[in-house]
């Protein structure tokens, strides 16, 4: 079995303003560096509104629907914004992540990335923030446990931003392992150490402005790590940001490609070890194009040497 991939051509379709780092060429550069591989490119559906209902309110979801402008765009706060496709953009990546967890939970393929945009990690429960609309890896932890009747799902996000908005949507479920390493401090100035949620299952990892890919390394192997063999989780899914790149233009941690290959290499071996190698893995940040095309790449290289 190879790597399963999902996008959606609707996720070109939300444009932001000229100058915005949240922009349709990121998308296009994860193409382009992925089209050479051979891996089980497969086709998907929009995400039906019900999937938002997961973790979103109905009065949210009118609020965000209604807003999508018929030209032009329109600002939802000071970084977030909706174009005419954004609507179909955002049901597009979700339906495309989707599938990648029905089809990874179904034992047709190890694991699967998602390539999609706008993000969700920061979209809380009724919040769009951050460049994000919904928060598509929450919902699809939810679809995982609540539809497919998993036990113990994981959510690992090593974005440079902290997952507020992925916290803010799990933190209640005590099925569900949340785990963000992020710069602190940082916008959105969440993720302090001491956030650990009403059930003990959020595990935050803030770390200092320049950090480089040892120190990274560290605080994964002797926090993270031990903590998952202790959950045991029945599927993994991660929020695959490489904005923590030493050359990303939004943050300050020194990560290069080879951090991204180690840290998605080990949590494939803890798939192995608790789950049958089940690894979802959705695109969330990384704004240096250059370098979010070479850390996508090394990322998905490894989930196909993992998933053979």
């Not at 349709?24 to 382009?32: E, I, P």
């Not at 990560?255 to 969330?284: N, P, Q």
Request: net charge negative.
């Amino acid at each position: 079995m190879s790597t399963a991939f999902f996008t959606d051509p609707a996720c070109l379709t939300h444009v932001t303003p000229d100058g915005h780092p949240e922009r349709v060429a990121r998308l296009n550069v994860v193409l382009d560096a992925l089209a050479p591989l051979e891996l089980d490119r497969r086709d998907s559906q929009p995400a039906p509104e019900a999937e938002l209902l997961r973790c979103h309110p109905q009065d949210y979801v009118d609020r965000i629907r209604q807003a999508i402008p018929a030209s032009g765009q329109e600002q939802l706060d000071a970084d977030t914004w909706l174009s005419p496709g954004s609507w179909d953009a955002a049901l597009g990546g979700l339906g495309a992540l989707l599938a990648a967890l029905d089809t990874v939970l179904a034992g047709e393929a190890r694991n699967a990335f998602a390539a999609i945009r706008p993000p969700g990690h920061h979209a809380e429960t009724a919040t769009p923030m951050g460049f994000c609309l919904f928060g598509n890896v929450a919902i699809a932890a939810k679809r995982a446990l609540d539809h497919h009747g998993l036990e113990r799902v994981a959510v690992l996000d090593f974005d440079v931003h902290h997952g507020n908005g992925t916290q803010d949507l799990l933190q209640s479920d005590p099925r569900a392992l949340f785990v963000s390493s992020h710069q602190f401090p940082l916008w959105p100035g969440t993720g302090r150490a001491e956030e650990t949620g009403p059930h003990g299952t959020i595990l935050n990892l803030p770390l200092p402005p320049g950090t480089q890919g040892a120190e990274f390394r560290d605080a994964w192997d002797s926090v993270v790590f031990p903590r998952l063999d202790d959950f045991r989780p029945e599927l993994i899914l991660v929020s695959a940001g490489f904005d923590a790149h030493v050359d990303d233009p939004l943050a300050q941690l020194a990560l290069t490609e080879e951090d991204f290959v180690w840290i998605t290499r080990r949590i494939c071996e803890t798939a192995d070890r608790h789950c049958a190698g089940r690894v979802v893995s959705v695109l969330e940040g990384g704004y240096n194009l250059d370098a979010l095309a070479a850390s996508a790449l090394a990322h998905v290289r490894v989930l196909m040497e993992q998933g053979a």
